[in-house]
């Protein structure tokens, strides 16, 4: 079966794909992809559940971020990882930081008031980057110039994916020297953090908190570097797409937008209901484990890749009554946007207070933003 799933409103896409892959079943075969296509609500749970037929292990998103990260690791070490983080990004830790990260975004959109009070539009991305950049850099104490290497291979990767880009050209080898950058930088703070111990430093920023954990229960120096790679890189693009798609729906929206602004307790179901409806991360992959698999009649073979469809599985009418219809009213949304089971985000509390913190500032600071196309 082969679908476009670019996201082309006009065009209703990527949700005729949807349509179109609910027609032909929960798992289907693509000849272009050379995969399999999971798309239900039940078969996406069921591939994210079963870490022992299922792994990202292989796939080339894993070569692309790291085959030592966590979220990569099928085993018990998986959960020795994410415990060295779990405490600072839980939901109380980051409730705990709201009025801080509430002032970030508040500070960022001041800065546009003068151009937006004389008239102007104004690009908001750029807003949506440095205040996600500030947050990020703040709690792994890397310093804010620092993150232009981070910010280049972010926006390098979601315009064009490395694994998408053909061998020997142009594009791969910039690809490739942005990610050293990166690379380069978190050897330099590994090895900051290493110094400041040495002189007997407490440091309990994320960096300092992994670098620390080397050598705990199996936790290697690749494993160190692999999931500060991870995190930083993984905390960036995901939440402004998810940031923009909220900002768009709340100011095209003006009968939501003032419900929320008159009762901030919405904020949450408003945001997690753009995350279904809107799914950032439309597909993820896995791949099968050599024993093979059976997976809603269907078999899959050892080592097939797998394209586990997110977006498809939060539109799925048998799991959310009227799918299609944006209702943050809905009495239970348990949507995949974060994943879900074994290798569920560790990050999702992070960027949860992230967006209820920028729409906090935006309707604080700019109540009547309209969105408009240029």
Request: net charge negative; hydrophobic share 45%; glycine share 6%.
């Amino acid at each position: 079966m082969e679908l476009d799933f670019e996201l082309r409103p006009e065009q209703d896409l990527p949700f005729s794909a949807h349509r179109r892959l609910r027609e032909a079943g929960p798992v289907v075969w693509s000849d272009t992809l050379g995969g399999w296509l999971v798309s239900s609500y039940e078969s996406v749970r069921t591939v994210l559940s079963d870490v022992n037929r299922f792994t990202m292990e292989g796939t080339p998103v894993a070569l692309e971020l790291g085959n030592e990260a966590m979220l990569v690791n099928d085993t018990p070490l998986h959960h020795v990882m994410r415990a060295v983080w779990t405490k600072q990004v839980s939901r109380s830790a980051m409730e705990a930081r709201a009025r801080e990260i509430e002032g970030y975004a508040a500070d960022l959109l001041e800065e546009s008031r003068p151009r937006l009070e004389a008239g102007e539009a104004v690009d908001l991305i750029p807003i949506f980057q440095s205040f996600v950049m500030k947050f990020i850099s703040s709690s792994f104490a890397i310093p804010r110039e620092r993150f232009d290497a981070v910010a280049r291979w972010s926006r390098m990767s979601a315009d064009a994916p490395a694994i998408g880009l053909e061998e020997g050209s142009p594009e791969l080898a910039g690809h490739r020297a942005a990610k050293q950058d990166v690379l380069d930088l978190i050897r330099d703070q590994i090895e900051d953090r290493k110094a400041r111990f040495a002189r007997g430093e407490q440091a309990q920023d994320l960096v300092s908190l992994m670098v620390a954990a080397e050598g705990r229960e199996g936790i290697t120096p690749a494993m160190v570097r692999d999931n500060l790679f991870n995190f930083i890189l993984g905390a960036l693009h995901t939440t402004e797409k998810w940031i923009g798609h909220i900002v768009i729906k709340l100011c095209t929206t003006p009968e939501l937008r003032e419900e929320v602004r008159a009762d901030r307790r919405l904020i949450e179901p408003v945001i997690d209901e753009v995350m279904r409806c809107d799914t950032v991360a439309q597909v993820i992959m896995r791949r099968v484990k050599p024993e093979g698999a059976e997976l809603f009649g269907q078999h899959l073979t050892g080592s097939d890749q797998v394209y586990v469809m997110l977006g498809a599985a939060n539109r799925d009418p048998i799991e959310f009554e009227n799918a299609g219809t944006f209702d943050f009213r809905r009495s239970l949304n348990r949507n995949l946007g974060f994943g879900f089971a074994f290798h569920h985000c560790l990050g999702i509390n992070v960027a949860r207070q992230e967006a209820m913190a920028f729409v906090t500032a935006m309707l604080d600071t700019f109540p009547t933003l309209r969105v408009v196309e240029t």
